[in-house]
């Protein structure tokens, strides 16, 4: 009984439903298995008929007596029996389903599960119910049943309990995965009775201990693959003799040049940085914290110390306008301490980029700030020791071409999306993370406040005072264009009613996805500059640059974005000496909705709101955005945190003993399906 043979050779089915299987990516048996249940229903209990109450839904066991077939003047089949027991009797009805009277008998005992309702005449009834004849393997009714994602008209979930049942005979030749003192260790199930018990389970306590043990199976190989990455990186440019070292007069000199103290929290990032950095291995080091938190001038050190080391530096940034952001804050604090460095983005002059690109190959230039431009020029850095990567995720295979191919730098990569530490490790499992979860003393958080409806035109009122002495305003919409499914505002709709008929004595600015870069590009630096006093948009705000003079953020229809998206807005506006305000406007009746935007008026700690949003919207919402990156799991949930931390020292610990895992053959072979599939081969 081979695992990984093909559906088509082992499933009694036509090749329609193979088809359809297919389209969900089921092809194999092993693939079947690893279909797994979305949710479950308590069918394991019977209950008496005294015990029934109308609109529950519930489990009965009884003998069929009395059924009948019969059809109505408009062509309906209805099937109808009564279900004796010693306690009374249940009348049973089903329409339009033929197939029972050929499979029903008078006296079969079954337990059906359904919906109970009040009869015709008064009497309790079970109406559509599902049911099974008591045996030894009842799958449908009468134990806990599992629920699987239906697909089209084929793939019901019934279906599939039908087809899963038998293959469950598989699980017990399955190899294990781990080695068996891990499973020990970690007190798990056997992988084979684990899928068992995932499909049908015993009890609710098997079910659990089940998902328990294939979640950390799973984030055990999640874990394995970032780290084994992690080596590989490393052990590519061993002994690559890019050493940053630090002393404490270039310490003093570093922090003698600043206006301010660093926070304790980047006091310890830059120790763990500083660290890496004199290390003969390249880092691979995540800082993340909150937009405001003084990431910009942690990375600055790092540039700082390469430069007086003799290394060059490069720092990418997604956009245009972003890049040309912190050029001026690192020529602001590292010009004065002898740093050349220059900005190449897209729409530098050509004979400006061969000016740059000979200079960075001579090494006349210590530190680099560009966009996608910096990758795709034909650039050669004289000693590239130090890159920098601001939102990551943002970039493809050409940041990790340039960094290839410049001998393999220490890299550090920045974010402004605060991520707890438990996703951050298993989403970046190949880097160290580093955390400033601390904002510098005498920053003034935004007033963030919920306005109803009827206040809208109040607050419209209040935001033209404000423009008239000279704030400006973000207005951002969910959607582009209007929509015929979803009655939120659209950006150009909105940019149209505001320009028209609220603000026309102001000069409004539309950003959105849809427009070229460099039309987005010259409509921040517009509104940067103050030639635009109202700059509605969509999310392409969210990473964007600092406005000073922007105090208010509005956010229509604001039930429609997570907390972390929403503190990610919010973070536009704030970054001045004036107070700033984030109006959060909502027509939602939904109570998960009130409670989250409720938190983002009470709670101003990004990380904070991270974790909620991840309980209660998942891993993609804390990006705002299905991103890239984050790992598509079967079982597992990223706020299972003590299992992230057990699979993880388990990873590492393997590791230690076998770098090659060459003596876990099984190990290496299923690593390599799970990479295969995060790189979609």
Not at 213 to 219: C, V, Y
Not at 389 to 410: A, M, S, Y
Not at 562 to 568: D, I, T
Request: hydrophobic content about 40%.
């Amino acid at each position: 009984m081979d695992i990984r043979a093909p559906l088509s050779e082992t499933l009694a089915t036509t090749s329609r439903h193979l088809k359809a299987l297919a389209e969900i990516g089921v092809t194999r048996v092993e693939d079947f298995l690893n279909y797994f249940p979305r949710t479950y229903a308590d069918f394991s209990a019977p209950k008496k008929f005294s015990e029934l109450i109308p609109g529950e839904t519930a489990t009965v066991v009884g003998k069929v007596q009395n059924l009948k077939t019969f059809r109505t003047p408009r062509g309906r089949t209805i099937i109808s029996a009564k279900l004796i027991s010693e306690d009374g009797s249940l009348n049973l009805t089903w329409f339009n389903q033929t197939f029972i009277a050929r499979i029903l008998r008078n006296g079969d005992e079954i337990a059906i599960s359904g919906r109970i309702q009040i009869g015709p005449r008064g009497a309790i009834a079970l109406i559509g119910g599902s049911f099974e004849k008591i045996s030894d393997e009842m799958i449908h009714a009468g134990r806990i049943v599992p629920i699987y994602r239906s697909h089209g008209k084929l793939i019901s979930s019934k279906w599939l309990r039908e087809k899963l049942y038998p293959l469950l005979d598989y699980t017990s030749k399955l190899p294990p995965l781990l080695p068996v003192a891990l499973s020990a260790k970690e007190n798990l199930l056997s992988r084979g009775e684990a899928i068992r018990q995932i499909h049908f389970p015993d009890s609710f306590e098997k079910l659990e201990r089940a998902r328990e043990s294939l979640a950390f199976e799973e984030l055990f190989f999640l874990q394995l693959g970032g780290l084994r990455r992690k080596l590989d990186w490393q052990i590519g440019a061993a002994g690559s003799g890019k050493i940053i070292s630090h002393s404490k007069a270039l310490l003093f000199e570093f922090a003698a040049a600043l206006p301010f103290k660093f926070t304790a929290a980047q006091k310890i990032s830059s120790a763990e940085i500083l660290r890496d950095l004199q290390k003969d291995l390249p880092m691979n080091r995540l800082l993340e914290g909150d937009v405001g938190s003084g990431k910009t001038v942690v990375a600055a050190l790092a540039i700082f110390l390469a430069a007086k080391n003799g290394f060059q530096a490069a720092l990418l940034a997604p956009t245009e306008i972003l890049a040309s952001q912190h050029f001026r804050n690192f020529l602001w604090l590292l010009h004065p301490l002898g740093i050349r460095g220059e900005l190449l983005t897209g729409s530098t002059p050509a004979k400006k980029k061969k000016e740059i690109a000979s200079k960075l190959k001579s090494g006349e230039l210590d530190l680099v700030v560009g966009t996608h431009a910096l990758l795709e020029a034909k650039i050669d850095f004289q000693n590239l020791g130090l890159a920098v990567i601001d939102e990551q995720h943002r970039f493809g295979v050409e940041q990790r071409t340039l960094i290839r191919k410049n001998g393999t730098p220490h890299v550090l990569s920045l974010t402004a999306t605060p991520i707890p530490r438990t996703l951050a490790l298993t989403i970046f499992g190949d880097q160290d993370v580093s955390i400033i979860d601390e904002m510098p003393p005498g920053r003034i958080p935004p007033i963030t406040r919920i306005i109803p409806p009827q206040k809208r035109i109040e607050s419209e009122r209040w935001i033209e005072s404000e423009v008239e002495k000279g704030r400006q305003v973000f207005i951002v919409c969910p959607l582009v264009e209007e929509s015929e499914t979803l009655e939120v505002k659209s950006a150009k709709k909105e940019f149209a009613r505001l320009s028209e008929k609220v603000f026309p004595q102001f000069k409004l600015g539309l950003l959105h996805g849809k427009l070229r870069p460099k039309e987005k590009d010259a409509t921040m630096a517009a509104f940067a500059a103050g030639e635009i006093q109202i700059l509605v948009a969509t999310t392409v705000i969210e990473v964007g640059i600092d406005i000073p003079n922007a105090t208010i953020m509005l956010i229509e229809a604001a039930e429609r974005f997570g907390l972390a998206q929403l503190h990610q807005l919010r973070g536009r506006v704030g970054r001045g000496s004036d107070q700033s305000y984030c109006f959060l406007f909502s027509e939602s009746d939904s109570e998960e909705a009130k409670t989250r935007l409720h938190a983002l008026e009470n709670i101003s700690s990004g990380f904070e709101l991270a974790k909620m949003d991840l309980k209660l919207r998942g891993p993609g919402e804390v990006f705002g955005m299905r991103q890239s990156g984050i790992p598509d799991l079967k079982v597992a949930k990223l706020t299972d945190h003590e299992i992230i931390k057990r699979s993880r020292d388990a990873a590492e610990s393997l590791l230690e003993k076998d770098p090659t895992l060459k003596n876990y053959p099984e190990i290496l072979f299923r690593l390599k399906e799970v990479e295969e599939r995060r790189d979609g081969n």
